[in-house]
């Protein structure tokens, strides 16, 4: 009869943290591609504004509409920067998590090494056993047998 590894606890737990990281990981790349993509958004929106911006002058602007217009293009200056600023601390974030989720992948991994070493020494000693038993068997059944 095969022993159970006695590990097989810390190896489910290894494995739900690491489940847990991974999901924690997925979660932060998540975060970090929304971050970017509204940034990508605020800098296209801005050019759009700019282009707007170009074409009114172009056409002749009052003083209040001058303003209004380089009053806004400075608003999303000031959202890019903060949204750039966003996405950096979101980069190191998902850095940080991907470097925990390897951290519990590699422990997992060496954990399910010594189980998979123990199965197969477990299996090795059954197979040992059962040689033994088949010898047993086939040595009994000679000297059981009278001579003619």
């Known amino acids: 009869m095969t022993k159970q590894f006695s590990l097989q606890t810390v190896l489910e737990l290894m494995q739900v943290r690491a489940d847990e990281a991974t999901h924690r990981l997925a979660r932060l790349i998540a975060s970090e591609r929304d971050a970017k993509s509204k940034l990508e958004m605020l800098q296209q929106y801005r050019d759009e504004y700019a282009t707007r911006f170009r074409l009114a002058a172009q056409n002749g602007l009052v003083q209040r509409e001058w303003h209004n217009y380089q009053e806004f293009l400075n608003r999303l200056d000031e959202a ?69």
């Open 80 to 148: 890019i920067e903060t949204q750039i600023k966003t996405v950096e601390l979101q980069v190191e974030h998902t850095a940080v998590g991907q470097t925990h989720w390897q951290q519990h992948r590699k422990k997992l991994k060496a954990f399910d090494t010594l189980s998979e070493r123990h199965y197969a020494s477990e299996n090795a000693l059954e197979l040992k056993r059962e040689q033994k038993t088949q010898d047993e068997f086939a040595a009994r059944g000679k000297n059981n047998k009278e001579p003619e």
